[in-house]
């Protein structure tokens, strides 16, 4: 290869790297995440990664972890054989729904949640992710992981912003 070649082949790689590496960074990486506070209620953008930590899972199953004595991973199916309560309640953006699930107060039992927690992570499909005081659920007599006719979970959390709303919930850590 002559020379004038060679000098344009190797300014040709050294732009590809560089655009490589442009678009690396502004695509950013799953492990960024962002946190917007409110009172008693946080979000971040979770993570996919399935390393550990993370909302990962399917539709129509939820995964509990963290500070519980009994971690479990529940179906739509293991939900229905429990006591399924139906309600009517006010969603923040949707206006008055019913919805048919399981009392929150039910699940922490069942969880068998530790003294030492105060929140609850709760992550959907999508990576979106909810932090809940658990106080905050306790005084909502009304707040359930409801089970949609599509056969997806929801947290329906009465009185509480739409943050704590959570579709497609697939995960609950107990911090």
């Not at 004038?4 to 502004?26: D, E, N, P, T």
């Not at 971690?71 to 739509?76: A, E």
Request: proline share 3%.
């Amino acid at each position: 290869m002559n020379a004038g070649l060679k000098k344009y082949f190797i300014a040709g790689l050294v732009l590809m790297a560089a655009l490589s590496l442009v678009f690396v960074v502004g695509c950013g990486s799953s492990s960024a995440t962002t946190t917007t506070m409110a009172p008693a209620t946080t979000t971040t953008a979770a993570s996919t990664d399935t390393t550990g930590g993370s909302a990962t899972g399917a539709s129509g199953t939820i995964t509990v972890k963290g500070a519980v004595d009994n971690p479990v991973t529940l179906t739509v199916a293991d939900l229905q054989k429990m006591t399924v309560m139906k309600i009517t309640a006010d969603h923040p953006k949707l206006g008055t729904q019913n919805y048919s699930g399981v009392r929150f107060s039910d699940l922490l039992t069942l969880f068998k949640v530790k003294s030492s927690a105060t929140v609850v992570d709760i992550g959907a499909t999508d990576g979106y992710m909810a932090e809940i005081a658990i106080a905050d659920i306790q005084k909502t007599p009304d707040a359930l992981l409801a089970i949609g006719n599509d056969g997806k979970l929801t947290t329906v959390m009465p009185g509480m912003p739409g943050k704590a709303w959570v579709k497609d919930a697939i995960s609950m850590e107990f911090k």
